[in-house]
Nanobody
């Protein structure tokens, strides 16, 4: 059974850091690009970052460039999202999704995790 599980969310003060993990079970991530998405209360889900299967290409939303870093460890079947200098507007449920390539249209992604809550507040 294909499954993606996000972890690492929590409550952090503005300016703080969190590292999210997206771990696959039932399949190997070696051949999949992974996208991170987020959905804030009352807002549509938006793309945050993406990394290709070999890690050679990464992409970021303008709102997180310079603060977030996506990486992957295929031996651990895990993709990470390092989030630094967090802001209150980063508060959202963060999801990871797998597909063969990085797509800007989230409808292209077939496999999704259940999400992890990130709250940035003092």
């Amino acid at each position: 059974q294909f499954q993606l599980v996000e972890s690492g969310g929590g409550l952090v003060q503005p300016g703080g850091s969190l590292r999210l993990s997206c771990t696959a079970s039932g399949f190997t991530l070696d051949y999949y690009a992974i996208g991170w998405f987020r959905q804030a209360p009352g807002k549509e889900r938006e793309g945050v970052s993406c990394i290709t299967s070999n890690g050679e290409f990464t992409d970021y939303a303008d709102s997180v460039k310079g603060r977030f870093t996506i990486s992957r460890d295929n031996l651990k079947n895990t993709v990470y999202l390092q989030m630094n200098n967090l802001k209150p507007e980063d508060t959202a449920v963060y999801y990871c999704a797998a597909e063969t390539s990085c797509y800007s249209d989230q409808r292209e992604y077939d496999y999704w995790g259940q999400g992890t809550q990130v709250t940035v507040s003092s």
